[in-house]
Each structure stands twice: as structure tokens, then as C-alpha cells.
């Protein structure tokens, strides 16, 4: 009996090794289970930096900051200067907004190297459209073809109700005379391609872009710093409410 009694203790043992053993490897055998976090929902709603919006023709800060750009040009003594203007601060409503730009703030940004939002004289794009690609004739001063201050003369009119005398020379000394850092729109741009003193003239947008009736284009935008325009700039003139007449 007491043999008996030793054997099955002997088994027993065996046993409860035989399950603890099958149990620790399951245990390591099997996969460890992990709590993943949920992804949270979208919403669809999209957060932006601060002061930061998005405008047709570039990112800008918030409208309520100042913004400046800057221009460089030639004066009258030969040299390139460099200056910053400081836009306004003050953007009619809805122009920031794409959907509510007008189709000429769209396409004549890329022409002047602006954003939609700088482009605010509508009635001076519908002119520059209207005029775009007439072919330059001296002397000429319909919609078949135009020379340069007939050109100016029709813009200062119906822009900016503004009277010129007929040729570039006249109209350069009838203007005040403005240094080139203190450009405006709306401002005469004068030059010397050849012969007499001042015998090309053109009108004066932003960024150094003037528009003009060329001999080589017509009616087109060209800029200040042009390789061709640079060396033949003479200065800049003002039209002065009631000061200059028509011939």
C-alpha cells in the first residue's frame, strides 16, 4: 500500500508538471493582443495658420496688416534705384475673394507681376482690354491703329477724365515732373527712342509695369527695367488737375 500510495503521488506530480509546462507555452506562444487607439472622425474641416489666407495670385498676410513691395528703375541720371511702396491696407470687399474677382483682375495680374487683390481700377483694365494689341502707326489715333500719346490721351480721358496735348514731347512739359520712387498709377513714363527729346510715352501701372502703344506690339505692357527701356528713360510727369489742356 505505502508502495501504491508512492507511485500514484510520483504520477500526480507528473501530471500537475506535464499541465503547467503546456500552459506557460501556450502562453508564450500565443499573440499579444493591443488596444489601438480609434482615429478620431474627420470632420472636413480644415485648420489654417494664423493670419494667413489664401488669394487668387499668391498667399498674402491677414488684409488688416500693412503690406509693401518693393520696384527698381532707372533716373534720369542712368543709375538703378530700388524702392518699397507700402500698398494699402484697405481692400475693397470681395476682392480677395476668386469667385467674385473680375475676369480682367484675373488675367492681367500675371501681366503685371500682381495679385488680384492690387488690381482695384476696373475702369483702367476695361481701357487697356479694350485697346490690347491695336497695332502702333504713327499719327494714328483710331481703333485700326494708334501711336503712343494718342494712346496716353485716350487712357487719361476715359480713366481719369484728364486732358493731354497731342504729342509726347508736349505732354512731357506740360506735367509735373515726379522722381521715379514716387511713381503712382495713373502717371506718365517718358522716353527717348530716338531723334527728338521725348518721342515715346506711356502710362504708368505698379511694379515698374507701364502700358504703351510700341512700335513693335502695339498696345502692350512692358516694364521699366527692360533691358530696351531702361537706357532710353527720361522721367516721369504728374498730370495736374486743370493744369494741362488739349489741344
Known sequence: MKIQGFILGILGLLVFTSCSSVRMLSAKDSPV??????????????EFLDQIEVTPGGMVANTSQKRSTTRSGPTESGNTVTVSQTLP????????NIE????????????MDATVEMLINIPLLEVIDRWWGTKYCMGGSTDN????????????????QQILPRTAQEQFTTTEKVELENLREGDLVFFNTGGRDISHVGVYLLNNKFVHAATSGGVMISDLNDTYWQPKYRGAGRVLKGVVGGK
Open 33 to 46: 493582443t493591443t488596444t489601438m487607439p480609434k482615429k478620431p472622425k474627420n470632420t472636413g474641416k480644415r
Open 100 to 111: 467674385n474677382a473680375h475676369t480682367l483682375q484675373l488675367k492681367y495680374a500675371v501681366a
Open 145 to 160: 491703329c494708334i501711336d503712343c500719346s494718342a494712346f496716353t490721351q485716350v487712357l487719361m480721358r476715359d480713366v481719369y
Open 89 to 96: 491696407e484697405e481692400i475693397p470687399a470681395g476682392v480677395t
